[in-house]
């Protein structure tokens, strides 16, 4: 049974937009860290974007483009992404830190221990 759902990918055109959005259980969107990350044909998963302690945190391939931000009472995470580029172009991964008290670097993809489906983004005119 899935624990975090996706929803929100599709086709737009170069300088578009797109929100997806990521459904997580009480226990897990209330935990260290709330990511998303892509992955590209042929390239590694790579980090974009996480929700940690209160705070939004962004690589700087989203900076200034992306925005994360979460619902509390739908219990989801968004992630607004704005003026898309072709090489935006992945399939979009939500992903969770559901670990004990401590300190998690947000950017691994190998801290995350709850992943979500993936959601493919094309950005393409």
């Known amino acids: 049974q899935a624990q975090l759902v996706e929803s929100g990918g599709g086709l737009v055109q170069p300088g578009g937009s797109l929100r997806l959005s990521c459904a997580a259980p009480a226990r897990i969107f209330s935990s260290f860290a709330m990511g998303w990350f892509r992955q590209a044909p042929g390239k590694e998963r790579e980090w974009v974007a996480a929700?940690?302690?209160?705070?939004?945190y962004y690589s700087d391939s989203a900076k200034g483009r992306f925005t994360v931000s979460r619902d509390v009472a739908k219990m989801t995470v968004y992630l607004q992404m704005n003026s898309l580029k072709p090489e935006d172009t992945a399939v979009y991964y939500c992903?969770?830190?559901?670990?004990?008290?401590?300190?998690?670097?947000?950017?691994?993809?190998?801290?995350?221990?709850?992943w979500g489906q993936g959601t493919q983004v094309t950005v393409s005119s």
């Open positions: 929700w940690s302690r209160g705070s939004p």
């Open positions: 992903a969770a830190i559901v670990k004990s008290d401590g300190y998690y670097p947000i950017s691994v993809a190998a801290e995350y221990n709850y």
